[in-house]
């Protein structure tokens, strides 16, 4: 079965980094545009960064811009986030997706947009 396999959650206190790896698991998703999404407890699940296919073109929610940086590296091909600046609201599972696009700048930001998703990495920050 195709999906996607994340890592490297944990638990960091506020103000420390961590970094979250995404690799598929039976087929490759090198075409695709992939996001990262999390839900914390009793909330919906939230966009939090995704890149395009190319890799050229990312987009962030506001309230990671600037301390996440989302990337791909085509030669292990997994999708990273680095996460910086963590702080205790950041604390949720977070979701790796890919989703199916024609066009290689395209960036997805609606869960419906993905159709791949993994079990997801917990990640704890405490205060």
């Known amino acids: 079965q195709d999906q996607l396999v994340e890592s490297g959650g944990g638990l960091v206190q506020a103000g420390g980094s961590l970094r979250l790896s995404c690799g598929p698991s039976?087929?490759?998703?090198?075409?695709?545009?992939m996001g990262w999404f999390r839900q914390a407890p009793g909330k919906e699940r939230d966009f939090v960064a995704a890149v395009s296919r190319s890799g050229s073109d990312t987009y962030y929610a506001d309230s990671v811009k600037g301390r996440f940086t989302i990337s791909r590296d085509g030669a292990k091909n997994t999708v990273n986030l680095q996460m910086n600046s963590l702080k205790p609201e950041d604390t949720a599972v977070y979701y790796c997706a890919a989703g199916n696009t024609l066009a290689p700048g395209a960036v997805l930001r609606s869960p419906s947009q993905y159709s791949y998703w993994g079990q997801g990495t917990q990640v704890t920050v405490s205060s």
């Open positions: 039976g087929r490759t998703f090198s075409n695709y545009a």
